[in-house]
């Protein structure tokens, strides 16, 4: 049973590697809506890489709490969450970002010779992801909160992208594909996961409304909004759990 973390652990760094090799293999396509036609970064494939996400965000939850649980954690089963988490959370969006990049040149008239300089922005995600974590990694310990987005909750906000793109909900997957706002996204995610923002842990140590109701409420709000915004439901969590965590003080806790 000792080993259990680890092997958890383990199953999210086997995800992660399964969702880059079904994000390598998409391919850009025509996609219509509406009567407007425009490329779609990737087909099945794409659906299931963002599905291996999801999954290793699955086992990165459990590793924690089932060592825990067993009060088995160490510091090898620490440095290995943090390299599962920078190949799950880290690489594998980028490689989300690299191929709608890719897919965004494509509509242009110089699409073949777009240069690999302009699609290597998207592996920002994973360089400042693994500043994240080496940061956490020896940074003093704190009880309610983390300084600066966690890297599992950016790769799962990036994970949701290839299901926008494909849906299209409000226009807003057609929107994404503008190489400069890919950028942007790039950029303003790469410096939330570095910077001096506190937000709120998904932890609980007891049961009480009044200490976490910001948990509460982050947790009520985001299971109402997916059958109403369904793909966009990963984007208005994500902003919500930022929004909440400005109101929220750690010294509650």
Same mark, same amino acid.
């Given at each position: 049973?000792?080993?259990?973390?680890?092997?958890?652990?383990?199953?999210?760094?086997?995800?992660?590697?399964?969702?880059?090799?079904?994000?390598?293999?998409?391919?850009?396509?025509?996609?219509?809506?509406?009567?407007?036609?425009?490329? !779609? $970064?990737?087909?099945?494939? +794409?659906?299931?890489?963002? /599905?291996?996400? &999801?999954? #290793?965000?699955?086992?990165?939850? =459990?590793?924690?709490?089932?060592?825990?649980?067993?009060?088995?954690?160490?510091?090898?089963?620490?440095?290995?969450?943090?390299?599962?988490?920078?190949?799950?959370?880290?690489?594998?969006?980028?490689?989300?970002?690299?191929?709608?990049?890719?897919?965004?040149?494509?509509?242009?008239?110089?699409?073949?010779? !777009? $240069?690999?300089?302009?699609? +290597?922005?998207?592996?920002? /995600?994973?360089? &400042?992801? #693994?500043?994240?974590?080496?940061? =956490?990694?020896?940074?003093?310990?704190?009880?309610?909160?983390?300084?600066?987005?966690?890297?599992?909750?950016?790769?799962?906000?990036?994970?949701?992208?290839?299901?926008?793109?494909?849906?299209?909900?409000?226009?807003?997957?057609?929107?994404?594909?503008?190489?400069?706002?890919?950028?942007?996204?790039?950029? !303003?995610?790469?410096?939330?996961?570095?910077?001096?923002?506190? /937000?709120?842990?998904?932890?609980?140590?007891?049961?009480?409304?009044?200490?976490?109701?910001?948990?509460?409420?982050?947790?009520?709000?985001?299971?109402?909004?997916?059958?109403?915004?369904?793909?966009?439901?990963?984007?208005?969590?994500?902003?919500?759990?930022?929004?909440?965590?400005?109101?929220?003080?750690?010294?509650?806790?």
């Amino acid at each position: 049973m000792k080993h259990l973390p680890n092997i958890l652990t383990l199953a999210n760094l086997f995800c992660g590697c399964v969702a880059i090799a079904f994000i390598l293999n998409s391919q850009p396509f025509v996609n219509e809506v509406n009567g407007e036609q425009y490329w !779609v $970064s990737g087909t099945t494939q +794409a659906y299931y890489g963002s /599905l291996f996400i &999801f999954m #290793a965000a699955v086992f990165d939850l =459990f590793d924690g709490m089932v060592a825990r649980w067993l009060g088995v954690q160490s510091p090898i089963g620490k440095d290995l969450d943090s390299l599962a988490d920078v190949v799950s959370f880290g690489v594998a969006p980028s490689m989300i970002i690299f191929k709608m990049l890719w897919a965004a040149y494509m509509a242009k008239p110089h699409a073949m010779d !777009v $240069s690999m300089i302009a699609l +290597a922005p998207a592996f920002l /995600l994973a360089c &400042f992801g #693994a500043l994240r974590l080496a940061r =956490f990694n020896n940074s003093v310990p704190t009880t309610g909160h983390f300084t600066g987005v966690p890297i599992p909750a950016i790769g799962l906000l990036v994970a949701s992208f290839p299901l926008i793109n494909w849906y299209n909900p409000l226009g807003i997957g057609l929107r994404m594909q503008n190489e400069w706002i890919l950028y942007a996204i790039v950029v !303003v995610l790469s410096w939330l996961m570095i910077s001096p923002i506190k /937000l709120f842990t998904l932890k609980f140590h007891s049961f009480s409304i009044k200490k976490y109701w910001a948990q509460v409420l982050w947790l009520v709000l985001t299971l109402v909004s997916i059958p109403f915004l369904k793909t966009l439901s990963v984007p208005f969590s994500f902003l919500l759990y930022i929004i909440l965590s400005f109101a929220y003080k750690p010294s509650e806790q």
